[in-house]
Structure formats: C-alpha cells, structure tokens
C-alpha cells in the first residue's frame, strides 16, 4: 500500500488560501503532499485527531 503525506496545518495564520484543496494548489504539485487539513475549517477539533479517523476509515470502513 502507497503512503500518503498529509500536511496538517493548525495556525489559523497560515491558512491564507481559505481550504485545504486550494492550500494544496499553492503548495504546488511538487509539494509531495496528498492532502492538507486546515485546522481553523475544523473549529474545536484537533487535526491529527480527524487525521486518524479519516485513516480509521478508510483501513476499516
């Protein structure tokens, strides 16, 4: 099974692109990156907390 990097960014800061789809869009292609959480979209959560449900999930749905 391929690995996935995920990049997590929980300072509300950083997240000037507004979501993770276009926060992976400024990072570029080479990035490496699969996906980016952006914390402040989740207000209240942990995103390494929903970064291993999203893996719980997929592993056993």
Not at 51 to 56: E, S, W
Request: charged fraction near 25%; glycine fraction near 14%; avoid cysteine.
């Amino acid at each position: 099974m391929a690995r996935a990097k995920v990049l997590i960014v929980e300072d509300d800061d950083l997240t000037l692109a507004g979501d993770g789809f276009a926060a992976l869009g400024l990072l570029g292609e080479d990035s490496g990156f699969a996906a980016v959480l952006l914390d402040r979209i989740m207000p209240g959560m942990d995103g390494r907390e929903v970064l291993k449900g999203m893996v719980a999930e997929i592993m056993h749905p």
